[in-house]
């Protein structure tokens, strides 16, 4: 079989799964964030954090709740690595230093899961099982209930409340997460992934030295890695190593595990507005998208030309074998669509188009689908811009879903949208133009630019992948880059979350003869056609100087 047969088929495969589970999981979905009935292990946890869980919440203290326990996440984080030398389960390895651990800290508690350490030779079985899985789960309950508060923007009406942000948050880990990767755990481990608390062991001797390697948890926290579109893998490699992702099969069930979620959220949307075409129309505009950036990585990824390219069947420079073009192509793109940032491959040696279509994925917003939470919730605030563009163009008043758009809606909309731009190109200009950022990087020109402008992408948008060409484990990008995550993570639910309230507080308008129809396909080609324009645009200029430029001169 051909390797470009291979890929159409692999393709195939996962449209067809995710197509069998779009429907249940996003019903699921609906009934469990619809539901006013707690389960026992929920009441316990309620009663253990002090929390009412049936006492709504305006969207300013939505966000408290949101803020505090993302704060205290990331500063339990941070001191579980400064203490692990002197914790159980380190397995002998030091303590992290500040920098870096406020850096691994604002990471998985942002659901970056940016790396900048060898996760085998740095953290122990305790930080990376009770610190890093747990905020796997909770990062991503996170993102769920941010969306989920969204959404009740405009499925209520004349109030300000958008539910309870610490039921939202339970119900998420309890209900979905949780049994979605005791499953797939089980599926892992069936394809090979490791599940142990093995020590350190030699595994081999080369070359007159001897080859040490530890076990660990993995498949456990290889399943929410992908499923809560975090990223951070148990090992350097990720998942390119063969105990986190050991063969084709585990490869393909990764990507279907990475887009399961924020795929099956556009159908809970439709239910809780109470029209599921409305939720096919966003679902077809992030279908469109991914399937257009994954066409062209393939095309580019197997167009290489010269004589290493054809003997290989493609650009095969960085990636593994068991998985080949196709299977790397389809996880590039996949992975930096949605804020996943799990790399199966060395995304720094694809082509210079190939580089710079994934990072085009990250900068349109990660939201095709985009991850868990992350990705609806920033495509609903690309159809607000788009309805406002539309009502522009033929001078009626915009409307999405019965709620009018004015100057207020629209300001927190493109407030929303500039976040992370000022975030990606203003920090990406000051490590340019300073002599040591600059220096961090292997390569120089065009291609060095690109793993700069690549990492504060991926940090600010909270992806979490690297170009691996940069040595991000420096004081100037361990700092900078939490901070970019951290901004690039809660400056936005900020908005989206005073966006939620004003919705909730509005009257529904009755549609008319002249309501612009939301759920029709003529609607995904504008909202499609806005996120090209508006996030696609923004990045341009920096696109040229990086990854086109390289790509033009190969």
Not at 86 to 103: E, K, R, V
Not at 122 to 133: E, F, I, S
């Amino acid at each position: 079989m051909s390797p470009v047969l291979a890929g159409i088929l692999q393709l195939l495969a996962l449209v067809v799964a995710l197509g069998l589970a779009h429907r249940p999981l996003g019903d699921h979905m609906a009934r469990v964030y619809g539901s006013s009935r707690h389960l026992r292990a929920e009441r316990w946890i309620y009663r253990a954090i002090g929390a009412d869980p049936d006492a709504q919440m305006r969207w300013p203290a939505y966000l408290r709740g949101v803020l505090a326990f993302s704060a205290a996440g990331v500063l339990f984080l941070y001191l579980l690595q400064r203490l692990q030398g002197s914790l159980p389960g380190s397995l002998g390895f030091a303590s992290i230093d500040p920098d870096q651990a406020f850096n691994t800290a604002a990471s998985f508690v942002s659901n970056t899961n940016w790396q900048s350490y060898a996760g085998e030779q740095a953290m122990g079985h305790l930080v990376q099982t009770g610190g890093l899985a747990v905020q796997n789960f909770v990062s991503a309950a996170v993102g769920m209930a941010v969306a989920v508060a969204f959404v009740r923007g405009f499925a209520r009406s004349r109030t300000g409340e958008l539910g309870n942000f610490w039921a939202d948050l339970v119900r998420g880990v309890i209900r979905v997460l949780l049994p979605l990767s005791v499953a797939g755990a089980l599926v892992l481990v069936a394809c090979g992934t490791i599940q142990n608390f093995s020590g350190i062991h030699e595994v081999g001797r080369f070359l007159g030295g001897a080859q040490e390697w530890n076990g660990g948890a993995v498949a456990s926290q290889e399943v929410i890695k992908e499923l809560g579109t975090n990223g951070g893998g148990y090992f350097n490699a990720n998942s390119a190593h063969p105990f986190e992702n050991p063969n084709p099969v585990s490869n393909l069930f990764q990507i279907f595990l990475i887009l399961l979620v924020p795929v099956a959220l556009t159908r809970t949307f439709g239910r809780m507005v109470g029209s599921v075409r409305q939720g096919y129309a966003i679902l077809a505009t992030m279908g469109v998208i991914w399937l257009v950036l994954t066409a062209l990585m393939l095309t580019t990824e197997f167009a290489g030309r010269g004589p290493a390219f054809e003997l290989a069947g493609g650009a095969m420079e960085g990636k593994e074998t068991r998985f080949g073009v196709a299977g790397s192509s389809l996880f590039a793109v996949a992975t930096t669509l949605t804020s996943t940032g799990a790399v199966n491959s060395f995304h720094s040696s694809f082509t210079g188009f190939g580089g710079g279509i994934a990072m085009l994925g990250m900068q349109l917003g990660e939201i095709a689908p985009g991850g868990v939470g992350s990705g609806l919730y920033g495509m609903l605030i690309m159809a607000v811009v788009a309805v406002f563009l539309a009502g522009l163009m033929v001078g009626r008043t915009p409307e999405y879903l019965g709620r009018k758009i004015g100057s207020r809606e629209i300001t927190h909309a493109a407030c929303y949208l500039l976040v992370t731009p000022a975030l990606v190109l203003g920090l990406t200009a000051a490590a340019v133009a300073l002599d040591g950022p600059a220096a961090a990087t292997t390569n120089t020109g065009a291609h060095g630019f690109s793993e700069i402008l690549y990492a504060y992408t991926s940090a600010a948008q909270n992806n979490g992948s690297a170009f691996a060409g940069l040595n991000a484990d420096t004081p100037w990008f361990n700092t900078t880059l939490g901070i970019a995550m951290l901004l690039g993570r809660f400056l936005p639910m900020v908005f989206v979350l005073a966006l939620a309230g004003a919705l909730a507080g509005q009257t529904p308008v009755p549609a008319t003869a002249g309501t612009l129809r939301t759920e029709k396909p003529l609607f995904s080609g504008l909202l499609a056609g806005t996120v090209a324009i508006v996030a696609g645009l923004t990045y341009f200029p920096a696109l040229a100087l990086g990854p086109l430029a390289e790509g033009l001169a190969a």
